[in-house]
């Protein structure tokens, strides 16, 4: 009896380990997208004194031209790595 108590405590912990790291891993890709942009941004105004607007602007604005807000702020959260609150705000300030 005692060891089938401590199996499921390992097993429990091996999953809660698991699950914290996919959300850690999660989280340090969406900020990697957000450095890589950052540091795009950062090369532009150092060459050109100027930044230009992302190519997917464009995208963006058409869909929600087309009602499609939702479609549009999925594009702008994996475009940018960004959180919903702050693709939301993104989408809503094109």
Known sequence: ??????????GAALVLVYLIYGSVNERLKA??????????????LTAEGQVTEPAINEE???????????????????AFGLSLLEAKRYVDDL
């Open 31 to 44: 900020m990697e997208t957000r450095m890589n942009i950052m540091q795009e941004t950062i090369s532009q």
């Open 60 to 78: 963006l604005r058409r869909l929600v031209k087309d009602g499609k807000t939702v479609e549009a702020v999925k594009k702008a959260r994996k």
């Open 1 to 10: 009896m005692d060891m089938t108590w401590i199996m499921i405590f390992v």
